[in-house]
């Protein structure tokens, strides 16, 4: 059974190519698993960075942000997924002038808030240091792209959660969650 096209704005042999290889898998949905194949091991891989690979982990967590509540992602949820991944890539690349797939941790700030995640200065220091890294104790820390690609779709989920519990997503909303709903989250991060 063939997978319907739906794409938005995207140009017909863009459009094209992401059927193509969507339909290597040979399935209607796939699972992280086709996901990560997809992202490293086709024409696709050659549309981000050449030093960056993405892991299972990746592969769960844009799944998680995009599919919410399933394990599988539908044709149309594939194609947003690569466009939130080639536009979180051109957001970084923008602050990779040497492109070696290392940021500066204010830069990855300015991503973020040029994102308009409304994170408190409090939780942006500690997103800094949850997704920074020194390469020796004298070297300053830096944000890789694979920690930015978790970053951004950990935020994601946070951020549709917030807006799904306090209705507007204001940081100084107050949203209550069930145990069950709260264990969930935390797993899925």
């Known amino acids: 059974m063939p997978v319907q096209k739906q794409i938005g704005d995207e140009s017909s042999s863009a459009n094209q190519f992401l059927q193509q290889i969507f339909e290597t898998r040979m399935?209607?949905?796939?699972?992280?698993?086709?996901?990560l194949y997809l992202l490293n091991h086709t024409e696709l891989s050659q549309t981000f960075d050449r030093n960056s690979t993405f892991n299972i982990d990746h592969s769960k967590l844009l799944i998680a942000a995009i599919a919410h509540s399933k394990n599988t992602l539908t044709y149309p949820e594939f194609v947003t997924v690569?466009?939130?991944l080639h536009s979180w890539r051109n957001l970084f690349r923008r602050h990779d002038l040497d492109r070696n797939g290392i940021i500066e941790p204010y830069a990855l700030v300015n991503i973020l808030n040029f994102l308009r995640f409304n994170l408190s200065p409090s939780i942006l220091e500690t997103v800094v240091k949850r997704y920074s890294t020194r390469a020796d104790?004298?070297?300053?820390p830096?944000?890789?792209f694979e920690?930015?690609?978790q970053v951004c779709a950990r935020l994601t989920i946070l951020n549709d959660l917030i807006h799904q519990k306090s209705g507007n997503g204001s940081p100084r909303s107050i949203c209550s969650f069930s145990i069950d709903e709260f264990m969930q989250l935390?797993?899925?991060?």
């Open 137 to 140: 104790e004298h070297s300053s």
């Open 142 to 144: 830096k944000v890789t």
């Open 147 to 149: 920690h930015y690609i």
């Open 186 to 189: 935390a797993l899925n991060l």
């Open 27 to 35: 399935k209607n949905e796939i699972d992280e698993n086709d996901l």
């Open 82 to 84: 690569v466009n939130l």
